[in-house]
C-alpha cells in the first residue's frame, strides 16, 4: 500500500526559512507526481507546488502555485521517492497543516481530487 510520510513542519519566526520533507514508499509505479497543499484554520485546502520526475514544463520539473513561485521551491530525490519543499521568507499567511499528496504518472494539477495518495499532515506555524 503507498505510504506519504511527512516532516519538517514546526514553529518558525516571520521571515525565517523551513523545509519540508516527504518520502513515498510501497509504490511500483515508474512514474510518479508528488505535490504539496495546504490547509489554513477556516480555508480549504489549496495547491502549493507539483514535482514529477518525468514532468518537463519548459524544462522544469515543478510546478508553482504562482502566487508561491521564487518563494517556496520544490525538489525531487535522486532516488525518486522524495520531494523537499524549501519554503523562505515565512510570514504568518503561510501558517497552515501542509500535506504531501501523490499520484501514478506524469501528470501536474492544482486539484486535490486529482491524487489518489496522501500523507497526515505536518503543521507549520509562523509567528509574528
Known amino acids: 500500500q503507498v505510504q506519504l510520510k511527512e516532516s519538517g513542519g514546526g514553529l518558525i519566526q516571520t521571515g525565517g526559512s523551513l523545509t519540508l520533507s516527504c518520502t513515498v514508499s510501497e509504490h511500483t509505479f515508474t512514474s510518479i507526481t508528488m505535490a504539496w497543499f495546504r490547509q489554513a484554520p477556516g480555508k480549504e485546502r489549496e495547491f502549493v507546488a507539483a514535482f514529477g520526475w518525468n514532468i518537463n514544463l519548459n524544462g522544469d520539473n515543478a510546478y508553482y502555485r504562482p502566487s508561491l513561485k521564487g518563494r517556496f521551491f520544490i525538489s525531487g530525490s535522486d532516488t525518486k521517492d522524495t520531494v523537499n519543499l524549501q519554503m523562505n521568507n515565512l510570514n504568518p499567511e503561510d501558517t497552515a497543516v501542509y500535506y504531501c499528496?501523490?499520484?501514478?504518472?506524469?501528470?501536474?494539477?492544482?486539484?486535490?481530487?486529482?491524487?489518489?495518495?496522501w500523507g497526515q499532515g505536518t503543521r507549520v506555524t509562523v509567528s509574528s
Open positions: 499528496a501523490a499520484v501514478r504518472g506524469a501528470k501536474v494539477s492544482t486539484m486535490s481530487n486529482s491524487y489518489a495518495y
